[in-house]
């Protein structure tokens, strides 16, 4: 969707209120880009990067945004100047209605549509000739493109042997975790030292893990009874994770000390090292596979259509 709300940041004001030094900012053919035109097309995204953004990653992301812009446009025009050149093309008025019908629907009352059409400079006509040309650019990127990928079985399968560390589970373990701070001085450790062991005590003497966590936890997922759910191996603090790991199901570790402070960890299940099945990353396969090969193809294409046009970025 072209609109955006109106209310612009500091700098996208600045830059649209500025006076432009008009020039091509790129050109393929006989159309052109003019930079004014490239600052309309901008200005919203610097609106949301100027809400957010600051100093050089600020810059960053406006130069790489306006560099991806121009390139979008390069290649937009390439795919329109194509369909032109195709006699037995046909546009489906019919699906540029229902797009158009779609936009609109997405305000309010026709009179806010109007109205953003108003602010954004463009008549309605014009507006159908952009989803027009929408349309054109998706038709003829899924004829060249989309429409010739055939993912079959047997690449999926190649692929998940492949890469099978990749579908590698690791242990898991679901643990909870209660964690007494230590004081910042010998007399406040050895006291948190004392409700750690109190904490043991109550434990041992059949107190229920999770509200013990709540009571006297300081570490996170306290008011979760301390419960962090399945964690894999190697994500937690080696000492952490060997007392956890050697846990049987339903145990409780004694004092664990660092110097964070005082930990007691419980484990209430396991999950063994394993691979996941293919059925259940079948899709997944297929849509990574789709996309290198969309990729691919469409980059090739693009190529090809540069290849035979007159392309020129900066004049």
């Known amino acids: ?39 309309r097309m ?20 406006m130069e790489q945004t306006r560099q991806d812009a121009i390139r979008g446009w390069i290649e937009n025009q390439l795919i329109l ?26 305000f309010a009352a026709p009179e806010d549509f109007e109205r953003a059409l108003a602010q954004e400079g463009i008549t309605e006509k014009e507006y159908r000739e952009l989803l027009e040309d929408r349309y054109k650019v998706r038709a003829l990127t899924y004829q060249k493109v989309a429409g010739l990928i055939n993912i ?54 059949g107190g229920e893990f999770a509200e013990l966590a709540r009571r006297h936890s300081s570490g996170p997922r306290a008011e979760e009874g301390g419960d962090f759910g399945f964690v894999a191996r190697g994500q937690w603090k080696a000492l952490l994770e060997e007392a956890a790991f050697g ?22 299940g396991k999950k063994e090292a394993a691979i996941t099945p293919l059925e259940e990353v079948w899709e997944s ?18 190529e090809d259509l540069r290849s035979r046009a007159y392309v020129v970025v900066g004049e």
Do not use: H
């Open 1 to 39: 969707m072209i609109f955006q709300a109106l209310s612009l940041g500091w700098f996208a004001l600045f830059l649209l209120a500025a006076p432009v030094q008009e020039k091509i900012e790129a050109r393929v053919n006989e159309a052109i880009l003019t930079t004014s035109e490239l600052n």
């Open 247 to 268: 846990l049987e199901v339903g145990e409780y570790s004694g004092i664990i000390e660092d110097e964070e402070g005082f930990y007691i960890i419980s484990c209430a």
């Open 81 to 106: 100047q194509e369909v032109q050149s195709l006699e037995k093309f046909q546009v489906d008025q019919m699906e540029v209605d229902r797009m158009f019908e779609e936009e609109r629907n997405r």
């Open 152 to 205: 079959a079985p047997r690449d999926i399968i190649d692929y998940y042997r492949k890469n099978e560390s990749e579908y590698r589970e690791k242990e898991m373990a679901r643990i909870s975790l209660i964690l007494i701070p230590a004081g910042e001085t010998p007399e406040g450790r050895a006291a948190a030292r004392g409700v750690a062991e109190s904490v043991l005590g109550e434990l041992e003497a």
């Open 42 to 61: 901008l200005a919203p995204l610097y609106r949301q990067y100027d809400a957010t953004l600051r100093g050089s990653e600020l810059t960053r992301r």
């Open 285 to 302: 396969i297929e849509e990574e596979l789709n996309r290198r090969e969309y990729q691919r193809r469409y980059e090739a294409w693009i």
